[in-house]
């Protein structure tokens, strides 16, 4: 699962915040994942069992405990009006009740950063397999918890994800799952609504 450059308006616009990602899966599984920021030169590596490094440093997700000191990370693709209002109500509710949140545009390294404890959470929807993938097996390797809006694993299939490390996880499911459902219903019916 290969996304050559994720982040690409901000590649376009000259910010250093994009990466090549690569998953391998064997067996609908992802086994091996590489993540290459190379505005940076960071790279990301992890592999099923045996954790995820940056740069040759095991990565570990933070141990926050309390929303109201977590740093979240979030994306969405602006599809409509209605669609960016809920999520732009979302995330100004997420503010006032965490340390902030951020929009960098690239999904994989939100993903690598929770992976490696910068960020305490992620949120996101309308996403593609390769903008998760490798940054899901990072996250997982790194002692976090990844899942949908319902928190099961069918956030490739969906697109809809929320990570973090366990304690957040736990407190931001509830409350941005609701919202990312709805996002998905609406993405659902304007996909099968004639034109």
């Not at 990565?59 to 669609?83: D, G, W, Y």
């Not at 690598?112 to 490798?134: E, M, T």
Request: contains cysteine.
């Amino acid at each position: 699962i290969v996304d050559p450059l994720d982040g690409t308006t901000n590649f376009i616009h000259g910010l250093p915040q994009f990466a090549v990602s690569i998953a391998l899966q064997v067996d609908g599984v992802t086994e091996q994942a590489v993540i290459y920021a190379p505005a940076t030169n960071d790279l990301y590596v992890a592999s099923k069992g045996l954790g995820a490094f940056c740069n040759n440093r095991r990565m570990r997700v933070s141990k926050r405990n309390r929303m109201i000191e977590a740093l979240l990370a979030t994306s969405f693709p602006v599809k409509t009006a209605v669609q960016s209002r809920a999520f732009g109500e979302l995330m100004l509710d997420l503010t006032a009740q965490t340390a902030g949140v951020r929009r960098m545009g690239s999904a994989v390294l939100d993903l690598a950063h929770v992976a490696s404890g910068a960020f305490d959470g992620y949120y996101g929807v309308g996403l593609k397999p390769w903008d998760i993938a490798a940054g899901a097996l990072m996250v997982s390797e790194a002692g976090g918890l990844i899942g949908d809006a319902m928190g099961d694993s069918n956030y490739l299939k969906t697109g809809s994800v929320v990570a973090g490390c366990p304690k957040i996880f736990a407190q931001l499911l509830p409350v941005v799952g609701p919202t990312m459902v709805g996002l998905d219903a609406m993405a659902a019916q304007a996909a099968t609504a004639p034109r």
